[in-house]
């Protein structure tokens, strides 16, 4: 005996109900265990759990998020980036999106383009836990740019936005310049955080303890050849230092960029560095 249309279809409706239902609520937390491993620096395992989720959900935002955050060439992972900012804009994925694309360009020295993509990630999502950094690299990207008004437009809206945040406001800004403000500067939040490499998505100085690793950057017979790579290794947001060590009866002029809490995060920003500006590097643990 045969069904009718409305109960078959009805059946139908409920039979793929259970099957789908589970699975993505099975697949989102998959996604959130692989940003997890990434976060911790399990990349060997992280790659497992990508490949797996790639063969499923290939064009999901998550997996695509993901696979930018692993992705050790910057130009693929900035363009992965730049599709979940076009074609996901509503995905969760969307904020961390743009807060990396805002550090390649700024790596690339393309400090307008930066600027915009910072502009956008302060003005929808002013909860990122990152917002401090972004609002600081997008402050050095207008000066950059040289475009000083809007700046001090941005500087002034930003310090009503959030009155309890702290901000590392460049020297070059004057202070003075904004409504209502006198000789007192802004009490900027001093930190020698760098920028994230494209390449990992580094857990922030409060959820981990700093100062394990450092990276060695060069070294030079000569300061002013260390202080001028110095120099460049900063013009594009990392700190460093120059420390001075006798090798067979000479001084050298080592640089050293940054502190990190684990070899992975060292690691990461060393990526960053050759891929912004072609200067080899690796981590050296801090005695």
Same mark, same amino acid.
């Given at each position: 005996?045969?069904?009718?249309?409305?109960?078959?279809?009805?059946?139908?409706?409920?039979?793929?109900?259970?099957?789908?239902?589970?699975?993505?609520?099975?697949?989102?937390?998959?996604?959130?265990?692989?940003?997890?491993?990434?976060?911790?620096?399990?990349?060997?395992?992280?790659?497992?759990v990508l490949?797996?989720?790639?063969?499923?959900h290939p064009?999901?935002?998550?997996?695509?998020?993901?696979?930018?955050?692993?992705?050790?060439?910057?130009?693929?992972?900035?363009? &992965?980036?730049?599709?979940?900012?076009? *074609?996901?804009? @509503?995905? %969760?994925?969307? /904020?961390?999106?743009?807060?990396?694309? $805002?550090?390649?360009?700024?790596?690339?020295?393309?400090?307008?383009q930066s600027?915009?993509?910072?502009?956008?990630?302060?003005?929808?999502?002013?909860?990122?836990?990152?917002?401090?950094?972004?609002?600081?690299?997008?402050?050095?990207?207008?000066?950059?740019?040289?475009?000083?008004?809007?700046?001090?437009?941005?500087?002034?809206?930003?310090?009503?936005?959030?009155?309890?945040?702290?901000?590392?406001?460049?020297?070059?800004?004057?202070?003075?310049?904004?409504?209502?403000?006198?000789?007192?500067?802004?009490?900027?939040?001093?930190?020698?955080?760098?920028?994230?490499?494209?390449?990992?998505?580094?857990?922030?100085?409060?959820?981990?303890?700093?100062?394990?690793?450092? &990276?060695?950057?060069?070294?030079?017979? *000569?300061?002013? @050849?260390? %202080?001028?790579? /110095?120099?460049?290794?900063?013009?594009? $947001?990392?700190?460093?230092?120059?420390?001075?060590?006798?090798?067979?009866?000479?001084?050298?002029?080592?640089?050293?960029?940054?502190?990190?809490?684990?070899?992975?995060?060292?690691?990461?920003?060393?990526?960053?560095?050759?891929?912004?500006?072609?200067?080899?590097?690796?981590?050296?643990?801090?005695?």
């Open positions: 005996m045969r069904m009718g249309n409305t109960r078959l279809n009805k059946i139908i409706v409920l039979l793929v109900a259970c099957v789908i239902g589970s699975p993505v609520t099975s697949f989102s937390q998959d996604v959130d265990g692989l940003l997890t491993l990434i976060r911790e620096g399990e990349l060997d395992s992280a790659k497992i490949s797996d989720l790639s063969f499923a064009g999901h935002p998550g997996v695509r998020y993901a696979r930018a955050l692993i992705q050790t060439d910057a130009l693929i992972a900035a363009g &992965l980036y730049k599709d979940i900012i076009r *074609n996901h804009s @509503n995905s %969760r994925y969307m /904020a961390g999106s743009l807060m990396h694309l $805002g550090e390649y360009y700024y790596a690339q020295g393309l400090y307008v600027r915009q993509s910072f502009s956008r990630l302060i003005r929808s999502y002013s909860d990122y836990p990152d917002i401090v950094d972004a609002v600081n690299m997008s402050l050095r990207a207008g000066i950059a740019s040289r475009q000083m008004d809007s700046v001090y437009a941005d500087l002034a809206d930003i310090v009503k936005r959030f009155p309890d945040k702290a901000f590392d406001i460049p020297e070059e800004l004057d202070i003075t310049r904004l409504p209502g403000r006198t000789t007192q500067a802004i009490q900027p939040e001093l930190s020698s955080a760098p920028l994230r490499g494209l390449g990992a998505e580094l857990e922030s100085s409060a959820s981990k303890p700093a100062g394990e690793y450092v &990276l060695q950057a060069g070294a030079f017979g *000569n300061f002013d @050849n260390a %202080r001028r790579l /110095a120099d460049q290794i900063e013009s594009i $947001g990392y700190s460093t230092s120059i420390m001075e060590r006798m090798s067979n009866g000479k001084t050298l002029f080592i640089i050293m960029v940054g502190e990190y809490a684990t070899r992975t995060d060292a690691a990461s920003v060393a990526d960053m560095l050759e891929a912004a500006l072609g200067i080899p590097s690796f981590p050296v643990a801090i005695n």
